[in-house]
């Protein structure tokens, strides 16, 4: 299924892009974010992370959904 | 009611304190962050906060709702700038009405304590020796 | 340097926050008393803050010069009206620069308990009832 | 020995003056404010108050100095 990823601050700089459209045949986002950090180089692993599906924070065990804009959050830095 | 708010721009205190004004409020605290010049030792030349914005308002208004359930206070306000940022400047700003100054105090502190802690915003440091990097900082311990 | 003032007119914040901003600064906390309009339950219509000034000005420096010595902070100041003041006028204003929050924000706590405490100011309330008291508080217990 | 005593907030209404000068012969500034207690109807014991003398916080069993000021602090309610 299609669906499109977010990227932010250091995840951002190491994909080179702040988001792209990805086919994704994975069961959970944890799978999805191991996929893509393969792909990418990411340092953080999904334990340092949240994840967020279409502007709410969501499960690591969550399934993907066609057409939702899931956006992995590196560990904030406000204040 | 609008309670947080990300800012691209300079924002002015005053009339943000003047929401909080209230016959019934004994108390006002309020906390400002500001760009230092120095962070672990290093001398920092200027930062830019990046804000997953969508997330970043849904999460400082909850944690606003949350600090007005927890604390017997009146009301409460945040704001976060976002974007290029010099030594000096204001980086954000809570504000914080009670009857007393203890619950004052204690949801000023409860809201930026969250702020860092939750809401989707990330500091990238540019220091005078000309390297630059993103806070990624270690969360703090979850039982 | 003088950090602590008793004000016989309404004061503006803005100058005496300017005077603490700081490039080594990266927190800031303040702390306003404002007039409120009610007190154990009764309808308050006003009020009038009488000093005894020079030992309220005395006083006062040496709280500010121990909150400076106690915590980690960068500088400090406060400031308390004297005279009439109406239902939601300022009363009292702190305001503490620091690298850090936690000092910060210990800071201007120490520094309104303190003053609160110690600093030889006496409130007299006028009620709606027509009824007006000097307000002398028991002090807390001392070991 | 003659010296000039202020009293404020509650103290000043039950006194009816902001100072006077007082003729004292005590050994202490207690013992002093109990005379002066006796003689305005005080409604507060001297264990309320705190003392100072020319403008410092004293002690209630300093010695009265002629030509001093003492000033009776009762309780502070500022802030």
Known sequence: MSLTVLYFASLRDAAGVASESVDADNADLRGLYETLRERHGFALPAERLRVAVD???ARWDDAPRA????????PVSGG | MKRFALSPQPFEIAPLREQLLSAH????????GWVRDHHGGRAVAGLRYESYAAL???EGERILGEAIERFAIV???CVHRVGDLAIGELAVWVGVSAAHRDAAFAACRFIIDETKGRVP???HERYADGDADWLHPEPPEVS
């Open chain 1, 67 to 74: 057409g939702s804009e899931v956006a992995f959050i590196p």
């Open chain 2, 25 to 32: 409020a004994g108390a006002y605290a309020s906390f400002e």
């Open chain 2, 56 to 58: 970043a308002d849904s």
């Open chain 1, 55 to 57: 502007g709410a924070f």
């Open chain 2, 75 to 77: 009301d409460a306000r």
């Open chain 2, 121 to 123: 915003i990330w500091k």
